[in-house]
């Protein structure tokens, strides 16, 4: 079964700092491409960033672009984000998730983590 | 950047069909996807590709698509299917995911 488990998030204030990380199980991590999505509250969804298998070809939203830095681990099945000068807008909860084939950078997300509250505030 | 436009609510009444719209720029030439999220869930993907369905989803949730808008239609909608729908699409231009701002429908 297909586990992603969001971890890192909480309360940090404007201009802080975060790294989220995902743990992956049940699958060959390093076979998949890896989003991050986030939901601000009563809000709809917004695509953040992606990664392809082996971490070297990254994109993210122009919102986070210059301050958001998508990573992953192969060898511990676990997908980061590092978050910097945060702002009151990046409150959200930050999903991890996985495209539905392997190796397919444009394939829909067709598994999700619980997701990871983050939220900007002083 | 590229957009999709959803209508924010539809309401149905059960045992009736629910259609749910996904306006973007030539739409049609691209891969629609849809996600719904329960109240306080994870989004869950219902269709992919325009009109697969994944395992697990039952027949009454279809997909279609013209030039400028695709469609999620689901029939003989029952109390479970209240939900926020979501479209997504991959932009080849900006090589960003995109979700549409999603639709909440109400079961009657």
């Known amino acids: 079964e297909v586990q992603l488990v969001e971890s890192g998030g909480g309360l940090v204030q404007p201009g802080g700092s975060l790294r989220l990380s995902c743990a992956a199980s049940?699958?060959?991590?390093?076979?998949?491409?890896m989003h991050w999505v986030r939901q601000p509250p009563g809000q709809g969804l917004m695509w953040v960033s992606r990664?392809?298998?082996?971490?070297?070809?990254?994109i993210y939203a122009d919102s986070v672009k210059g301050r958001f830095t998508i990573s992953r681990d192969n060898a511990k099945n676990t997908l980061y984000l590092q978050m910097n000068s945060l702002r009151a807008e990046d409150t959200a909860v930050y999903y991890c998730a996985r495209g539905v084939f392997s190796s397919e950078s444009t394939a829909p997300l067709g598994s999700w983590g619980q997701g990871t509250l983050v939220t900007v505030s002083s | 950047s590229y957009v999709l436009t959803q209508p924010p609510s539809v309401s149905v009444a059960p045992g009736k069909t629910a259609s749910i719209t996904c306006a973007g720029v030539n739409i049609g030439s691209k891969s629609v996807h849809w996600y719904q999220q329960r109240p306080g869930q994870v989004p869950v993907m219902v269709l992919y590709?325009?009109?697969d369905r994944p395992s697990g989803i039952p027949e009454r949730f279809s997909g279609s698509y013209s030039d400028t808008t695709a469609t999620l239609t689901i029939s003989k909608v029952e109390a479970g299917d209240e939900a926020d729908y979501y479209c997504?699409?991959?932009?080849?231009?900006?090589?960003?995911?995109?979700f549409g701002g999603g639709t909440k429908v109400t079961v009657l």
């Open positions: 590709y325009t009109s």
């Open positions: 990664s392809n298998t082996e971490g070297t070809y990254t």
């Open positions: 997504q699409v991959w932009d080849a231009d900006s090589a960003h995911f995109v």
């Open positions: 049940g699958f060959t991590f390093s076979d998949y491409w």
